[in-house]
């Protein structure tokens, strides 16, 4: 995996991050026999979709060629979890279903975490905050859904 160098390629990452992910959901909500899973699955794809749109939305606004170029900071490691590697068992249980979307993917963290160290700029300081808190209420919708009162 070679390391983004620009604000904007770091955001094509993300970008194909949530897409692949919105992709591996689809795939297994359309599969999946367990009824309370597919429930859970189709609502993954929905907010995988909105981060999709989210992270496109911040590209717009950027142009590739003026971009800001990263600063040294973290590295993105060569070992990080990639999204099309989602280790989501076909026609999962809801148990299995959750499970998945809940476990900690590495190349995300790694992402943000690059994102927040890479430069001084407000801006760049500000997008960071900006997606790191939409995986936040992502994991509380998540939590929400799965709460049975």
């Known amino acids: 995996m070679s390391n983004p160098r620009t604000v904007y390629e770091l955001l094509q990452l993300l ?25 859970l699955l189709e609502h993954l ?61 590495h190349l995300l963290d790694q992402l943000l975490h690059r994102l927040e160290g890479c430069s001084a700029a407000a801006s760049v300081l500000s997008l960071a905050k900006r997606l790191r808190d939409l995986e936040e209420t992502k994991n509380r919708q998540i939590a929400n859904f799965t709460r049975q009162d």
């Open 15 to 39: 970008e194909k991050y949530h897409a692949d992910r919105l992709s591996t959901y689809a795939g297994l909500a359309s599969q999946a026999t367990d009824t309370m899973a597919q429930i």
């Open 45 to 105: 794809v929905e907010l995988e979709d909105h981060s999709l749109k989210v992270v496109r939305g911040e590209m717009q606004q950027l142009d590739p060629k003026q971009t800001t170029f990263l600063t040294s900071g973290p590295v993105l490691s060569d070992e990080a979890t990639h999204a099309s590697d989602s280790h989501c068992d076909d026609n999962p249980t809801f148990q299995e279903a959750l499970a998945c979307a809940l476990e900690s993917d």
